[in-house]
C-alpha cells in the first residue's frame, strides 16, 4: 500500500488523522529519533519532515536512516527548499504554495523538483499538496513571499481550496504557520470541507488537545503538530488522543 492509500484509509478509519511535523534543523540526531519513536508509541499517524528554512540532503540522510528502520509509520518529506530530498524517506509532499506572489514557490521549485523525482528519487511517493497559508504565516509565508489569508476570510480560503481541487492536487493544507498566535480557526475549517472532498490538512499554532479537537471536529481530516512537540513533548500523547476522539465523533454524526 502507498504512503497516499494509508493515510486515506486511515482516515476513513478514524475520522481524522494526527501527523508529527519536525524539523532536524531545530533538534539533534538524537533527539529526532527520540522525538519519532516516542510519537509513533502515542499513536502518531505518519511523521512528516522538514523546515521551513531548507536543510542539506546530508542532514536528512543523517537523521533518517538513524530511524529507518525502527519506524513503521511512514516518513513525509516536507520540503522547505529542492535540497530538501532523501532517499531514506518513503513519500514527499510534492507542495505548491498557491498563495505565494513568487511564481517560483508556485511552480519554479516544483519543475526542479520533479527533475530529481526521475533521476534520483524514483523511490520517494510523490503526493501533490496545495499549501495555502493562512494569518501569520509564520516562517515559511515570510520564506515563500505568501500573501496570507486573513483569518476571518473564509471567503478567500473557499476559493483557493476550490481552487486547488478543480486543479487535482491530492490533499489541501491550511497553514498558520509554525508558532502562529493562533491556529487556523474552526469556522474556516468547516466551511472549506463543506465545500471540497479533498483531504484537509490543517497546521499551525495547535499547542493543546482542546484546539486539536475542535479542529477535527469542525472538519479537518488530519492535524499537524510540530513546535509543541519540540517544546512540551508530554502534551503530544492528549493532543493525539483528542485528534483521534474529535475525529470519530465527527464521523459518527455524519
Known amino acids: 500500500m502507498g504512503v497516499k492509500d494509508y493515510l486515506l484509509k486511515r482516515i476513513a478509519e478514524v475520522g481524522a488523522i ?42 536528512l540522510d543523517e537523521y533518517l536512516s538513524a530511524v529507518k528502520g525502527s519506524l513503521k509509520i511512514p516518513v513525509i518529506l516536507f520540503p522547505g527548499s529542492v535540497a530538501n530530498l532523501s532517499r531514506y524517506a518513503d513519500a514527499v509532499f510534492f507542495l505548491s504554495v498557491l498563495n505565494s506572489a513568487d511564481p517560483y514557490f508556485i511552480v519554479g521549485a516544483q519543475i526542479q523538483a520533479s527533475v530529481l523525482l526521475v533521476k534520483r528519487f524514483r523511490n520517494l511517493e510523490p503526493i501533490s499538496l496545495a499549501y495555502i497559508i493562512v494569518g501569520d504565516g509564520g516562517a515559511v509565508g515570510y520564506v515563500s513571499n505568501a500573501r496570507p489569508i486573513p483569518y476571518d476570510r473564509d471567503d478567500i480560503a473557499l476559493a483557493y481550496a476550490y481552487t486547488a481541487q478543480l486543479m487535482g492536487f491530492d490533499m489541501i493544507y491550511l497553514e498558520a504557520g509554525s508558532g502562529a498566535r493562533e491556529p487556523v480557526r474552526p469556522r474556516m475549517v468547516s466551511r472549506v470541507k463543506q465545500l471540497v472532498s479533498k483531504p484537509l490538512i490543517v497546521g499551525g499554532g495547535i499547542r493543546d488537545p482542546e484546539k486539536a479537537s475542535e479542529l477535527a471536529l469542525a472538519g479537518a481530516d488530519a492535524i499537524v503538530t510540530g513546535t509543541i512537540v519540540e517544546e512540551k513533548p508530554e502534551l503530544i500523547k492528549d493532543i493525539i488522543r483528542a485528534v483521534h476522539e474529535g475525529g470519530m465523533t465527527r464521523k459518527k454524526r455524519a
Do not use: N
Not at 494526527?18 to 499513536?43: I, N
Open 18 to 59: 494526527h501527523m508529527t511535523l519536525l524539523d532536524p534543523d531545530k533538534v539533534t540526531a538524537k533527539e529526532f529519533k527520540e522525538l519519532a519513536l516516542m510519537v509513533q508509541e502515542y499513536g502518531s499517524d505518519a511523521l512528516m519532515v522538514g523546515g521551513s528554512l531548507g536543510i542539506s540532503e546530508g542532514q
